[in-house]
């Protein structure tokens, strides 16, 4: 497997594992020391991978609330053991855009950061 179909296959494994909630999917994803970074409507956004995991686990997936499955990879950049990917993820009433740093050590692919911030839904009504 190329490296690019395998993280095409991680990015999959990442996008079920927001929609259903499924931490132990999440979890297989990322790095064990991950940070993840952000801001949502203005809000600053740091947390360890542990930290966010819980979070995920205690709120509703965005399948349990019957939203549409509409996660997409926009750009994937390898260079040798290292990538970048940028995906969109509409869900929980934000589209977020996440910024996925992502290491390959051993052969395996993880997601060793996360930036993301969220953009307007095309029926946002922010003034």
């Given at each position: 497997m190329t490296s690019h179909h395998a993280i095409l296959h991680l990015l999959q494994?990442?996008?079920?594992?927001?929609?259903?909630?499924?931490?132990?999917?999440?979890?297989?994803?990322?790095?064990?020391?991950?940070?993840?970074?952000?801001?949502?409507?203005?809000?600053p956004y740091l947390r360890k991978l542990d930290e966010y995991l819980d979070a995920v686990?205690?709120?509703?997936?965005?399948?349990?609330?019957?939203?549409?499955?509409?996660?997409?990879?926009?750009?994937?950049?390898?260079q040798g053991p290292v990538a970048m990917a940028r995906v969109s993820c509409p869900m929980l009433g934000f589209r977020y855009i996440d910024f996925l740093s992502l290491?390959?050590?051993?052969?395996?692919?993880?997601?060793?950061s996360k930036t993301f911030t969220h953009v307007a839904l095309p029926t946002d009504t922010e003034s």
């Amino acid at each position: 497997m190329t490296s690019h179909h395998a993280i095409l296959h991680l990015l999959q494994t990442y996008f079920e594992g927001l929609f259903t909630g499924d931490v132990s999917r999440l979890r297989e994803v990322f790095h064990p020391q991950a940070m993840l970074f952000g801001e949502v409507k203005g809000t600053p956004y740091l947390r360890k991978l542990d930290e966010y995991l819980d979070a995920v686990g205690k709120r509703q997936s965005p399948q349990s609330l019957g939203e549409p499955f509409a996660m997409a990879v926009l750009a994937i950049d390898v260079q040798g053991p290292v990538a970048m990917a940028r995906v969109s993820c509409p869900m929980l009433g934000f589209r977020y855009i996440d910024f996925l740093s992502l290491t390959q050590q051993n052969g395996h692919w993880q997601i060793a950061s996360k930036t993301f911030t969220h953009v307007a839904l095309p029926t946002d009504t922010e003034s």
